[in-house]
């Protein structure tokens, strides 16, 4: 192709189209997918080639894997780029064993060997601090694998195409509904669960979306279908008992949920702590028996009704639970006793601008960021850097096996006072 030497964007649009033969290099750049350098002339490539330009492969690429891939489009200086033929299968790759798997949305990492998952996960965590946030972990990061591989997830949205009568989720970038009758990640009673639904679907139309967990005393399901109810649940997590519903959000994978808190909260304890985006008070009820006082936040009122139940059934009268946006009640609360501890963990898209400047404002001597997106986690942590804080350590959970998604927890040091 006659584009040697125009600039990079350029060059990458002349590409767009044409069938390429590359080496998938191993999963790095921050992105959940496949980052990749190849050769104009189709060659091998090589990450120091001064023609190379980055590539985002569909996710369901492997390490190692020699391919044929088309150019699907370029968006600025990134080319989009999906499989044609795999060539030669790296040794990291296996067959998946569902059977949906590349055209349902719900996992996209089952190509891969387990202890690659873990990989890919801790270069996708350390390239987000990098290139984010220029932030070098010492060591390479370690992902705590999940006890079990398949049959974890305790939660499931599914979702409803009626007229077709399908129940499944979305289908891989798109808004169809990809139908599922077995789903290899859900726990047994969920997977109970969905069976009995698909069978009660016939009978009169559905919902477009059904939530639906399971605790360690029955399934709570929204909205009530197939005989099933949004009822409360309980789950046992360490030392603590939680009640939630299908309407409130609550950790998937049960087995690393308690190794999760023990990470974020560590050796913590003191007068004051504050836990932000508090749910059903997950962290909120061990913090209150390490510290004198806890503030809990939350928007959501029906996680706050879960949480003041829990923070009563455990008999916890140190702990104040609001409902209200974090960064609004940030904004108007200015304790005078110092603060000697803040959790937060807000959702996927992260922190926004404005309650990352009330945490600033109120200059919490630690911090524990949980997050479920390194790109986010990246972009928050670079802030609370900048503004006097040091990253003591990161660890990540392998809470979701078979996707690319990564529970992180981040602590954080104040080095100088306001």
Known sequence: MACRHHHARESAKCWTGADIALVVLPIQLGSPRSHL????????????????????????????????IKIDRVQGKVGFASIVEILKASPLRVEPPCPYFGRCGGCDFQQLTYKAQLEAKAEII????????????????????????WHYRTRANWQVDVPAKHLGYFERGSNRVCDVEYC??????????????RRDLTRDVRPRAIDAVVGD????????????????????????????????????????????IAEAIGSAKGQFAIDLYCGVGLFTLPLARRFA???????????????????????????????LDVAHWLKHSRPFEPLDFLLLDPPRVGCEN???????????RRIAYVSCDPATLARDLKKFIADGYSLDSVAAFDMFPQTHHVEIVARLT????L
């Open 37 to 68: 350098r190849a050769d104009r002339r189709g060659r091998p490539p090589r990450p120091d080639l001064a023609n190379a330009h980055p590539l985002r492969l569909d996710p369901l690429a492997a390490p190692g894997d020699l391919l044929r």
């Open 126 to 149: 350390g390239d987000c601090l990098h290139r984010i946030a220029q932030i070098e972990v010492p060591g390479r990061i370690r992902v705590t694998p999940s006890p079990n591989e």
């Open 184 to 197: 290899a990640v859900l726990a047994p009673e969920l997977e109970e669960t969905l069976e009995k639904i």
């Open 217 to 260: 005393d029955g399934i709570s399901v929204v909205p009530a279908v197939a005989g099933f109810e949004p009822g409360v649940i309980r789950r046992r997590i360490g030392n603590e008992t939680y009640s939630f519903s299908a309407e409130s959000f609550f950790q998937v994978n049960y087995d690393l949920v308690e190794s999760l």
């Open 293 to 323: 006082r806890v503030s809990a936040v939350e928007a959501n009122p029906r996680a706050t009704e879960f949480a003041r139940r829990n923070v009563q059934a455990a008999k916890l009268e140190n702990v104040e639970v609001v409902t």
């Open 354 to 364: 404005a309650a990352i400047a009330g945490i600033l404002a109120l200059r919490p």
């Open 414 to 417: 104040a080095t100088r006072k």
